[in-house]
């Protein structure tokens, strides 16, 4: 019978899309790895579920992970991004080959992206503890403890807590949020169409909201609505034809006519920002437990995988240079790497959702004036697209020069 451990060199709280990444990401370091996760693991043997948009720097992470080769026959690439609002004449394209990149990013949906990551771990060199749910949480200078639901105890050197939005060890260690509830929803549906998307993911802004139409495979899109609640109400009232015929009249024909609708899902919308990342000697809260951000600009997991992977850089270079496990210096030197990056997209994201969301006459003109300034300047929107993508970022800088190169070609 196998012996399970108590003490790990790191444990992370929280199974999800982040929390399987980091796991992954950390089987390099040689370091001991625990994961503890709330709920039992579901099967996927679906390719419906929530879009998720992977930017170009995290179809990196999950290539340097060599999980690429099973995710690539399932993922629908992104070559350009067509950002319009309606009635109104400006508008702006954004192309991968503007930032000499191959593509600008992929989607993905979320039940096989689990599904992939989820295999991966049960054969990975990881104590998993499912299901489990933490009850205490007690750090010193030697080392933190967690205390579980069935009454065991594990410690570790560092605890990574990326349980989600409500993260209960964000709870338990007492750590205030900033929560911002817009007042919103999002409507998640996939739609068959007459056309082929040709690769480019729409971005409309309507009087009804600001719809999404992501490229799925074939003749298919994602289509996402997200609006005030009063608003929602309406989109949600009406049967499906009424609301192909809705969605028509505000995007028109770029992707032929919307054929037929399957099920919808709903998600309200709130930012949820932890107002410490850190919590000396011995945690650090990431991904959603540290920002959750409204889906307008598609960077929440995307923002995530960048804090993972500047975790386990600075992890790999502390074992490189020979350095001792010092908590409190990584702790420190992560917060100092990710804080700048996470300000520029949070700050960016709070933006899109003000100008866009707005009804104001003014901020219209603004946008107006926005949008056609930046579709005739090249230098502004590479420097955009570089920093979406996560070019300029911690991913290509890491990056193998020639294995960039040639994917480019």
């Known amino acids: 019978m196998k012996k399970i451990s108590t003490h790990f060199d790191i444990v992370i709280v929280g199974a999800g899309l982040v929390g399987t990444s980091l796991a992954l990401l950390l ?43 099973e995710l690539d026959a399932q993922a ?36 096989i992206l689990s599904g992939v990551l ?52 964000r709870r338990l260690l007492n750590i205030p949020v900033k929560e911002t509830d817009y007042q919103q929803s999002a409507i998640v549906a996939r739609v068959n169409t007459s056309a082929f998307h040709g690769y480019t993911a729409y971005e409309r802004f309507t009087d009804k909201g600001t719809i999404a ?10 289509v996402i609505i997200s609006a005030d609640n009063t608003i929602i109400k309406e989109w949600q009232a009406y049967d499906d034809a009424q609301l192909l015929e809705a969605l028509q009249k505000k995007c028109g024909y770029r992707v032929g006519r919307f054929l037929s ?18 919590v000396p000697p ?8 540290a920002h959750s951000i409204h889906p307008i600009a598609a960077q929440g997991l995307n923002l995530s995988l960048y804090d993972a992977s500047m975790l386990v850089d600075l992890l790999k270079q502390m074992r490189d240079e020979k350095k001792s496990f010092d908590t409190i210096v990584l702790l420190n030197s992560y917060l100092e790497r990710v ?71």
């Not at 139409?213 to 994602?222: A, K, V």
């Not at 609708?261 to 850190?278: D, T």
């Not at 933006?351 to 949008?371: E, Y």
Request: charged share 25%; proline share 4%.
């Open 27 to 69: 089987q390099k370091t040689n370091l001991s790895v625990a994961i503890i996760e709330a709920r039992p693991f579901k099967s996927h043997e679906t390719d419906q579920g929530k879009a998720l948009a992977l930017s170009y720097g995290s179809y990196r992470v999950f290539l340097e992970m060599g999980l690429w080769p």
């Open 118 to 169: 989820q295999r991966h771990l049960e054969k990975a060199a990881c104590e998993l503890f499912c299901p489990a749910q933490v009850t205490e949480i007690h750090q010193d200078d030697k080392e933190a403890t967690l205390k579980l639901s069935d009454g065991r105890n594990i410690t570790a050197n560092l605890v990574i807590a990326v349980d989600g939005q409500q993260s209960t060890i």
């Open 213 to 222: 139409l992501m490229p799925q495979p074939g003749n298919q899109i994602s």
């Open 339 to 409: 804080k700048s990056y996470q300000k520029q997209v949070i700050g960016f994201t709070k933006t899109v959702v003000d100008m866009f969301h707005s009804k104001s006459a003014s901020k219209s003109i603004l946008r107006q004036l926005g949008l056609a300034g930046f579709e005739y300047s090249e230098c502004l929107k590479r420097g955009f697209i570089q920093r979406a993508t996560g070019y300029s970022a911690r991913f290509l800088r890491t990056a193998d020069e020639n294995n960039f190169e040639t994917e480019s070609k």
């Open 261 to 278: 609708i399957g099920k919808r899902s709903c998600y309200p919308l709130k930012a949820v920002i932890a107002e410490k990342q850190i």
């Open 76 to 111: 629908t690439p992104i070559q350009q991004v067509h950002i319009s609002e309606k009635g109104r004449f400006a508008r702006v394209k954004l192309k991968a080959e503007e930032a000499k990149l191959p593509v600008l990013g992929y989607l993905v949906n979320e039940p």
């Open 282 to 289: 011995r945690v650090i809260l990431a991904g959603n437990a």
